[in-house]
């Protein structure tokens, strides 16, 4: 499986807009080879120069959602998890230049988490990980 999006490329800078204070638009990710065994997706977005500080945490995203537009609106069953600086997503606002990570999981299963338990995440998640991919963006104010 793979993640990608159209606005950055892994391991290169991405659109201010993004940022908190320049907008707070969410990414957009593309999402290919999906296994077929998959129930369910998890999103993760963290900053990996911040202490893994949590920005985005989505779960029980449906197992064929393959495109994933900027400032989506979920529906259905999904949740939108809480994070460290709020609800949904909280887009980057770095004092210098950090690396931003969105990572999807692909699920056997869904995942039984309230919104605001989003720390949980990992663990919930243990045992029920097929398999899971990465995208790397960087961000500078």
Known sequence: P????????DGE???QSFGFNAGNVSPDLE???IPSNTVSM???????????SWHWAVWNI???KERIGQ?????GTTVVGDNDFGTGYVGPFPPSEHRYEIT?????????LAQRDY?????????????QTSILGLYRP
Do not use: C, H
């Not at 999807?104 to 039984?112: A, F, G, P, R, V």
């Open 62 to 64: 449906p197992s064929d």
């Open 31 to 33: 999402i290919t080879n």
């Open 2 to 9: 793979t993640v990608s999006s159209s606005s950055f490329s």
């Open 71 to 75: 400032n989506v609106s979920w529906q």
């Open 42 to 52: 998890s999103l993760t977005m963290r900053d990996l120069d911040d202490s893994n």
């Open 119 to 131: 720390g949980g995440l990992p663990t919930a998640m243990v045992g029920k990980i097929i398999a």
């Open 104 to 112: 999807i999981y692909y699920l056997e299963d869904i995942i039984d």
């Open 13 to 15: 800078l991405m659109p």
